[in-house]
T-cell receptor, first 109, second 112 residues
Framework: RKEVEQDPGPFNVPEGATVAFNCTYS??????FFWYRQDCRKEPKLLMS???SGNEDGRFTAQLNRASQYISLLIRDSKLSDSATYLC??????????FGTGTSLTVIP | NAGVTQTPKFQVLKTGQSMTLQCAQD?????MYWYRQDPGMGLRLIYY???????DKGEVPNGYNVSRLNKREFSLRLESAAPSQTSVYFC???????????FGPGTRLLVL
């Protein structure tokens, strides 16, 4: 079983739409959780960390459900510039980060 | 600050050739990582160095060696390249293990 699983998409949404991505992780002892964004042929960059209480950064909201081992990312009022691949990342005991395969988002004018 | 830098940006090798990918960071981070990214596989950890003087295997270490030369530099060596090592290689660093990682721009490697 993979450490981190994501729906690969693609998600094609119109500008202004709300879109949600989900991610599940297999190790209940996982310690830290993140969403990264990766543009085509570029390096991943941190979008936001995910905290147990949930957190928001502008149009982006991240949620963590430890009981269900589930992480989500909600993007409201989608912009063309949000088009990218979104990577779910989990840090486990053993000092290793595990990446999901990514969810592709295209925002359409 | 340059952040994390990687050289070269692109490389073509023939099967059996060797090469070293270089990575350096100027953020005084303790931990450094090497990943490979393949279509449909996501990023997979090859090796990491939790601190200067230590290195550990990740998920896919076979065919690779690493050297943590000092706090700034972490190199990845392919001793005898194989076509299966065709990939995009990313170096990353973080202050300590479980916080934000910063990535270099990547090295695109093609092994013929």
């Amino acid at each position: 079983r993979k450490e981190v699983e994501q729906d690969p998409g693609p998600f094609n949404v119109p500008e202004g739409a709300t879109v949600a991505f989900n991610c599940t992780y297999s190790n209940s002892a996982s310690q830290s959780f993140f969403w990264y964004r990766q543009d085509c042929r570029k390096e991943p960059k941190l979008l936001m960390s995910v905290y147990s209480s949930g957190n928001e950064d502008g149009r982006f909201t991240a949620q963590l459900n430890r009981a269900s081992q589930y992480i989500s990312l909600l993007i409201r009022d989608s912009k063309l510039s949000d088009s990218a691949t979104y990577l779910c990342v989990v840090f486990n005991t053993g000092n290793q980060f595990y990446f999901g395969t990514g969810t592709s988002l295209t925002v359409i004018p | 600050n340059a952040g994390v830098t990687q050289t070269p940006k692109f490389q073509v090798l023939k099967t059996g050739q060797s090469m070293t990918l270089q990575c350096a960071q100027d953020m005084n981070h303790n931990s450094m990582y090497w990943y490979r990214q393949d279509p449909g596989m996501g990023l997979r950890l090859i090796y990491y160095s939790a601190s200067e003087g230590t290195t550990d295997k990740g998920e896919v270490p076979n065919g690779y060696n690493v050297s943590r030369l000092n706090k700034r530099e972490f190199s990845l060596r392919l001793e005898s390249a194989a076509p299966s090592q065709t990939s995009v290689y990313f170096c990353a660093s973080s202050e300590i293990g479980w916080v934000t990682q910063y990535f270099g721009p990547g090295t695109r490697l093609l092994v013929l």
